[in-house]
């Protein structure tokens, strides 16, 4: 690597943050993997047929809970305000049946619950008026129909149509919302409170309820919701965020979304990179890892077999699945050494959704689970990002993000043998570096500093705003030596960094992988903390 070539920013968000978006394929597996662990950790189920998980939202993102539901075997029920996102996603055949009938969305589910069938039911109604229901059931005749609940309405923006409230229509709320934003901002609040409490009513039987990453506890806390735990701070819900309960301990084991891009653009290609990617895997368990590892490696096993044959693919010839660092190394040397082979018959992008053990700070998210202050901090994203442009990525990013921000690349040139041919074989938007300006936020507007093109080329690189802060990177794989060993430090760093920070802020698992890391790879080595009882830290200051 010599200097760094260009800066570009674009608009941010997680899973295209470092230009790598490889369409809805990302958050369908996130969203099997949450509720199958959650079946696991609420439910003590692997199996998950016949059991009940309802939540909102067919839009971007959330409208991959239909799929998931589906995908992982049980009743998914989502309830969806706008009819349009709703059809969508029914004539894509991510939701099997849709109804706006109250009675019939109950009497369905009551019917795939005696039978086990597997469903996915679209409710086009507001999510306030079914989780009323539900309690208005369980009222009346003693009966719990749901297991498994969460919300992804747009609550990062709350205000602005990412939530609807539940006393107005869907095309009365677009109109109040631009006619009086202030009655509009009330009713939204009133309605977040009526959402809490059906759900705070339903959580004192045996259901189970997790914030999925959209600011809802947040947002309802705001609205003066009882959503508060009792005895902790402001900053803990009564109800987990998926990242601290559901996939904590995932993080912790440096698993999270690695992912590639073929960029022949063949869906041959992809083909064989995932059996090459299950092979990886299946040797990699053969060899014998803990109980906790063999269960993530097969439940991505199961999700390849089941991506290929679900298709996925959108865009891009691309997959995603999750891994730790010593599978995401390996995936990658397989890789590199199918290109030299000419097995793949172009080169190979690696990437990684931010939404993992290491590339984001975003304390209400991935780091809700790191206890000890620095879940405040950008450290892990901004480690990250330099630490993996130092050891050879392609491009690296540092953005904020989960919906909201600008973001800003700088892309790396590369003077080893063999990158030329990389660089030609990749695809016009993994190469260009546009300035998308009409998606640059007002930050930039008044902040006219920040436009790389008016820093004259300058290597002054801004600090980003925001509360969540996201480090990315790309790394090619073009079949030779340099890209291999490249691979090997870049992951390396990529994932261990974030399973240090966990391992420093006290979490066990952390811990014990990070000492794993360190035996079976001598060029990791990670400062481990000295645990000290709170007596003795007392003791020693009265001395
Ligand atoms: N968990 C994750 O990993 C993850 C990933 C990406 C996004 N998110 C977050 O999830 C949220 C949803 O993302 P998206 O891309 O699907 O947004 P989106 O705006 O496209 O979809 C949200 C949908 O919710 C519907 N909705 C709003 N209020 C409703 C109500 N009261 N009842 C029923 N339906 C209602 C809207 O009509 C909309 O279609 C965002 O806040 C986003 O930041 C989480």
């Given at each position: ?276 990617a299950m092979?990886v895997l299946e040797?990699i368990v ?11 490696y097969?439940?991505n096993i ?25 599978g ?216």
């Open positions: 690597m010599d200097v760094p070539a260009t800066f570009t920013h674009v608009y941010g968000q997680m899973t295209a943050g470092s230009y790598c978006y490889i369409g809805p394929q990302g958050i369908v597996h996130g969203t099997v993997l949450t509720v199958l662990n959650a079946g696991r950790r609420y439910l003590g189920l692997q199996d998950l047929a016949g059991k009940v998980f309802v939540t909102s939202g067919l839009g971007g993102m959330s409208g991959a809970q239909a799929k998931a539901a589906v995908i992982v075997g049980c009743i998914g029920v989502i309830a969806e305000v706008d009819g349009a996102a709703l059809m969508k996603r029914h004539r894509q055949g991510w939701l099997m049946e849709v109804t706006d009938s109250l009675d019939h969305c109950i009497e369905r589910l009551r019917e795939a619950r005696k039978t086990k069938e597997v469903l996915s039911l679209g409710y086009h109604g507001n999510v306030v008026d079914l989780w009323e229901r539900l309690v208005h059931e369980l009222d009346t005749t003693g009966e719990l129909l749901v297991d498994l609940g969460s919300d992804q309405t747009s609550c990062h923006s709350p205000f602005n149509g990412g939530y609807y409230p539940v006393q107005l229509s869907f095309a009365e709320a677009r109109s109040l919302m631009a006619s009086d934003p202030t009655a509009f901002k009330g009713l939204v609040q009133e309605s977040l409170r009526r959402h809490v409490s059906a759900i705070n009513r339903l959580a004192r039987e045996h259901f189970f309820f997790w914030d999925y990453g959209n600011a809802f506890l947040l947002e309802a806390q705001r609205a003066g919701a009882d959503v508060g735990k009792p005895g902790a701070n402001r900053t803990e819900f009564r109800y987990p965020s998926y990242v601290q309960h559901i996939m904590g301990d995932i993080f912790s084991q440096g698993f999270g979304p690695f992912r590639w891009v073929c960029t022949s653009g063949d869906p041959q290609d992809l083909v064989v990179t995932d059996r090459l092979s040797e053969a060899g014998g890892v803990t109980p906790a590892v063999k269960l993530q097969e439940d199961r999700w390849i077999r089941e991506a290929a044959k679900h298709q996925l693919v959108v865009g891009s010839q691309a997959r995603i699945l999750y891994s730790d660092q010593k995401r190394v390996a995936i990658a040397m397989a890789f590199n050494q199918a290109i030299a082979r000419g097995e793949l018959k172009a080169p190979v992008v690696l990437s990684r959704d931010h939404h993992d053990v290491s590339g984001t700070d975003s304390p209400f998210r991935e780091t809700s689970n790191i206890y000890d202050g620095s879940a405040f901090c950008a450290d892990m994203a901004v480690q990250n990002f330099v630490g993996d442009a130092f050891r050879g990525a392609t491009w690296v990013a540092l953005h904020n993000g989960g919906g909201v921000g600008w973001l800003l690349t700088v892309k790396t040139r590369h003077r080893s043998r063999g990158s030329s041919r990389a660089h030609a074989g990749l695809p016009g938007h993994l190469t260009s570096a546009p300035l998308i300006s009409s998606m640059v936020p007002p930050q930039r507007q008044m902040h006219p500093e920040l436009d790389p093109a008016d820093a004259g080329g300058s290597a002054t690189v801004p600090a980003p705003e925001g509360e969540v802060i996201n480090g990315g990177f790309g790394l090619v794989l073009d079949g030779t030596e340099d890209a291999e060993r490249k691979a090997r430090r870049v992951l390396s760093w990529d994932v261990a960094n974030g399973v240090a920070r966990r391992c420093w802020s006290g979490s066990p698992m952390a811990y014990e992988v990070i000492c794993q890391t360190m035996r079976e790879d001598s060029s990791v080595a990670v400062t481990l903390p000295h645990t000290v009882a709170d007596e003795c830290v007392l003791q020693a200051l009265q001395q």
